[in-house]
């Protein structure tokens, strides 16, 4: 008996490649039933900025790993103002590992998101402005701490201002301390919210983990 | 000494919940995300696991469908905390496999109630 060892990717991508590379051709591709033709499509709709609706609208209903690896890497490839307004309305989707995978998606998207970082942070839905606050941990972006501050300021629910504290505490500095103490106060001194605001000034004082 | 180990991506929330545990005798360990939480799961031998829902590289409900499959470790009791109030969220942790399901923030008490409750530890 004879053993063939089959290269899935090579084969993939010569056979899919046969399939049209144009637009049209590959935005109906997307909607393949074969995983592989939608994850190759994915990948080469990074040709075509303009598709960031489609990708993100595909994005929300695929449930293949590789396929939403290729959306996502496309996505940020493109990167722009499309890409994030499609990818915003995704961190209120159910689906928890799809969320994460928008705010590390956002995260690499520092000026294109910071537009509408202030509108996010000021979403009615508490959990929305949560995810919002992820995205900072990681943003890069020089507005970042005072973003966050005006959270701290203004937030009326406790667990964005716990998010918004813990992520602070990474990327703040001595001068963000006088917004932090005032904050237990705010919610009649909270034992959570006492403990987050002490063990955050530490960190940034630089007194322990 | 019972050992409990908490996986969360906030810092100051595994900060919280490990001063509340170790005052009461109980042994802590920490974990940032899911992947991290599963490897530390499998290595080493806990009587609970304290898992938030949202973080980064595996989230929440994955990390306890996976606890829940591997037989090493499926047995142990699991408390989920999540900022998230909607009665599905409690529903997929539920689903997922979660003992018990709890919204943030947690105060000591009730902290310590449901965990003595899970793990038959009377407490110190």
């Known amino acids: 008996m004879s053993l063939v060892k089959k290269n899935h990717a090579s084969s993939g991508n010569a056979d899919h490649r046969h399939l049209p590379r144009d637009r049209a051709g590959l935005l109906r591709q997307l909607q393949d039933a074969s995983p592989d033709?939608?994850?190759?499509?994915?990948?080469?709709?990074?040709?075509?900025?303009?598709?960031?609706e489609a990708l993100c609208a595909r994005l929300e209903q695929e449930t293949g790993l590789p396929v939403r690896e290729a959306l996502l890497t496309t996505l940020i490839k493109i990167g722009g103002n499309a890409v994030v307004k499609g990818l915003m309305p995704l961190l209120r989707s159910e689906d928890a590992t799809l969320r994460n995978e928008v705010i590390e998606a956002l995260q690499q998207l520092p000026e294109?998101?910071?537009p509408y970082m202030e509108t996010m942070l000021r979403d009615p839905d508490p959990d929305?402005?949560?995810?919002?606050?992820?995205?900072?941990?990681?943003?890069?972006?020089?507005?970042?701490?005072?973003?966050?501050?005006?959270?701290?300021?203004?937030?009326?629910?406790?667990?964005?201002?716990?998010?918004?504290?813990d992520v602070l505490a990474e990327v703040g500095g001595p001068e963000t301390v006088p917004v932090l103490t005032g904050l237990p106060g705010r919610f009649d001194n909270d034992p959570f919210m006492q403990f987050c605001v002490q063990a955050t000034i530490r960190r940034i004082q630089g007194h322990d983990a | 000494m019972k050992r409990v180990l908490v996986i969360d991506d906030a810092t100051t929330v595994r900060l919280y919940y490990r001063q509340i545990l170790e005052a009461q005798g109980f042994a802590v360990e920490e974990a940032g995300n899911g992947y991290e939480g599963l490897e530390k799961a499998l290595a080493g031998q806990f009587d609970l696991y304290v898992v938030d829902v949202n973080m980064p590289k595996m989230d929440g409900y994955t990390l306890v469908r996976t606890i829940r499959q591997e037989?090493?470790?499926?047995?142990?009791?699991?408390?989920?905390?999540?900022?998230?109030?909607?009665?599905?969220?409690?529903?997929?942790?539920?689903?997922?496999?979660?003992?018990?399901?709890?919204?943030?923030?947690?105060?000591?008490?009730?902290?310590?109630?449901y965990v003595r409750l899970l793990t038959g530890e009377r407490g110190s």
Not at chain 2, 84 to 97: F, H, K, S, W
Request: proline share 8%.
């Open chain 1, 37 to 52: 033709i939608r994850r190759w499509a994915a990948l080469d709709l990074a040709a075509f900025p303009d598709t960031a």
């Open chain 1, 112 to 114: 294109a998101v910071s």
């Open chain 1, 128 to 165: 929305y402005r949560i995810f919002s606050i992820n995205v900072l941990a990681n943003l890069r972006h020089p507005q970042a701490p005072a973003w966050l501050q005006a959270v701290i300021e203004r937030d009326a629910d406790i667990n964005v201002c716990a998010s918004a504290v």
């Open chain 2, 71 to 113: 037989p090493a470790i499926c047995a142990g009791p699991v408390i989920m905390i999540s900022t998230e109030t909607q009665p599905q969220d409690a529903n997929a942790a539920y689903l997922a496999g979660a003992n018990l399901y709890l919204h943030k923030p947690v105060r000591p008490d009730t902290l310590m109630l």
